[in-house]
T-cell receptor
């Protein structure tokens, strides 16, 4: 069975602080992909990044970085120098080879950046 | 932006009435999904489709049915709406391969009174 856990339900930080959103996954498949999506207050879901199970290199994109560690089954997301526009719900998701090509989503972390 | 639209965007309906939500795509993607989003539960899969007339249940399918008679349209029907089905519903589309991202519609806010 596939499972994604985002233990942090809500996080509040003051602007310019760094924040890390945790994502832990479970799967028996050896080949899989992990994703992060952002849902700002306007409600749409925006794709941020994907990572395959064979690529453990960390990725940095501007103020965003992702740390993938197979040893701990984690794919954590760090925002450096947070800004008010980062306030959103962030979802981690797992994709494995199956009939429906479906995502297995975590329950999301609601991030509030306080000015 | 991916071509995916949901209709209606908002709907208020009475308990016991049937309701149909429509998802339309212009991307010719094989996979289509219906999710519901509720506080504390994230996105939960209701039904999905992997081709025309090929559908299957997700984790919260009770009380819902779907149909896909052509590639571009995926309909979600609440046969007899209940208050527990008050939610925000998202449709998503995805190309083949587990490496592809999903594109989401803008959501439908459904209120059952």
């Amino acid at each position: 069975a596939q499972k994604v856990t985002q233990a942090q339900t809500e996080i509040s930080v003051v602007e310019k602080e760094d924040v890390t959103l945790d994502c832990v996954y479970e799967t028996r498949d050896t080949t899989y992909y992990l994703f992060w999506y952002k849902q700002p207050p306007s409600g749409e879901l925006v794709f941020l990044i994907r990572r395959n199970s064979f690529d453990e290199q960390n990725e940095i994109s501007g103020r965003y970085s992702w740390n993938f560690q197979k040893s701990t089954s984690s794919f954590n997301f760090t925002i450096t120098a947070s800004q008010v526009v980062d306030s959103a719900v962030y979802f981690c998701a797992l994709s494995v080879p199956d009939t429906g090509n479906q995502f297995y989503f975590g329950t999301g972390t609601s991030l509030t950046v306080i000015p | 932006d991916a071509g995916i639209t949901q209709s209606p965007r908002h709907k208020v309906t009475e308990t016991g009435t049937p309701v149909t939500l429509r998802c339309h795509q212009t991307e010719n993607h094989r996979y289509m999904y219906w999710y519901r989003q509720d506080p504390g539960h994230g996105l939960r899969l209701i039904h999905y489709s992997y081709g025309v007339k090929d559908t299957d249940k997700g984790e919260v399918s009770d009380g819902y049915s779907v149909s896909r008679s052509k590639t571009e349209d995926f309909l979600l029907t609440l046969e007899s709406a209940t208050s527990s089905q008050t939610s925000v519903y998202f449709c998503a589309i995805r190309g083949p391969g587990m490496n592809t991202e999903a594109f989401f519609g803008q959501g439908t806010r459904l209120t059952v009174v």
